[in-house]
């Protein structure tokens, strides 16, 4: 960071960004992504028409084409590298491999995926923004609305997780090419942790939650060379306190416990349900994050590489 007074600077444009609700809907999205138990349970609907599941990715998740056109009422029909839905006001053919494709009927004209629709040895795979042709609206992380107005649960796989030495932290890998670091504290007597703290390269954020890619790629761009992580604490009870993170890379410390965090939004001394702590810590010139680095939080420890 080149001075203090530009970090004060860039963290009051992201603060600012992050306190509207739609992108405050984003950091919820990009929670439910890392697989915060109490976002998960905060999107969850009372009654829902059923379920769509679907695998992680970036930017949309993954729906197997049947499943899409169940949720749709959609008629799937295949031939070799040729996908078409079909409902009684739209036809949408899609191609593998590709991300273009054509619609027909009550929403014609050329439709672009936000990735390729892809044949698998398990059937045709298709980002759940397929559905958009139909009038599928994705309304929250973990629900979508269908044409007629039908709410539907979205349940995505939880995201890879490697355990690492201590069994309190892992890493976790959300989307291709994002990696997070995920801490909880010490369980209790029924080995529930009440509090956890996320950390990611804040650059990569967008990977997760693309409505974050205009605010983070403005902050990054006044930053420079800089670096800068992402920290998000959450806790299952109201009024937790939570202490920042440690960062060491070959044996040196980089980052003393707390130090160069800005809180974007909500406050390290009342994390809670649906209040979760959402800060970033400025890293040190030159910090390399293509080489391993050390996260300690509340005595526990976690290396990562954030980038390849």
Same mark, same amino acid.
């Given at each position: ?19 509207? @609700?739609?992108?405050? +809907? ?12 109490? *976002?998960? &349970? ?6 829902? +028409? ?34 078409? $839905? ?40 298709? =980002?759940?923004?397929?559905?958009? =042709?139909?009038? $599928?609206?994705?309304?929250? =992380? ?16 939880? @995201?890879?997780?490697? &355990? ?11 989307? @291709? ?36 890619? %205009? ?24 009024? &937790? ?15 003393? %416990?707390? +130090? ?7 406050? *390290?001394?009342?994390?809670? =349900?649906? *209040? ?10 030159? %910090? ?21």
């Amino acid at each position: 960071m080149r001075d203090r007074s530009l970090c004060t600077t860039l963290c009051t444009t992201l603060r600012t960004s992050l306190c509207t @609700p739609c992108l405050l +809907a984003a950091i919820l999205t990009l929670l439910v992504g890392l697989g915060a138990p109490w *976002a998960a &349970a905060q999107q969850e609907t009372d009654a829902t +028409a059923g379920v769509l599941q679907a695998l992680p990715g970036a930017p949309q998740p993954w729906v197997r084409a049947d499943r899409l056109a169940h949720v749709v009422g959609a008629e799937v029909v295949a031939d070799g590298s040729v996908l078409v $839905l079909r409902t009684e006001g739209v036809t949408l053919t899609l191609f593998d491999g590709s991300v273009d494709g054509t619609a027909a009927g009550l929403r014609a004209g050329e439709t672009s995926l936000s990735a390729p629709a892809e044949r698998r040895p398990d059937g045709w795979w298709l =980002p759940l923004d397929a559905g958009a =042709p139909f009038g $599928l609206v994705r309304t929250g =992380p973990r629900t979508v609305r269908d044409a007629r107005g039908r709410v539907w649960t979205l349940h995505v796989q939880p @995201p890879a997780r490697t &355990a690492s030495d201590d069994p309190r932290a892992t890493v976790l890998r959300p989307a @291709p090419g994002a990696v997070a670091v995920e801490i909880v504290s010490e369980p209790d007597e029924d080995g529930v942790s009440d509090v956890a703290v996320w950390a990611t390269d804040l650059a990569l954020v967008p990977l997760l939650a693309p409505e974050l890619r %205009t605010v983070v790629d403005e902050a990054l761009a006044e930053a420079g060379a800089a670096r800068a992580l992402l920290i998000i604490g959450t806790s299952r009870t109201a009024g &937790a306190s939570l202490e920042g993170i440690s960062l060491s890379a070959g044996g040196r410390e980089l980052l003393a %416990t707390g +130090a160069r965090h800005e809180t974007l939004a909500g406050s *390290a001394d009342a994390v809670g =349900p649906g *209040a979760p702590w959402i800060a970033v810590a400025w890293l040190p010139t030159g %910090t390399r994050l293509d080489l391993p680095l050390t996260i300690r939080w509340q005595g526990a420890a976690v290396e990562v590489t954030f980038r390849r």
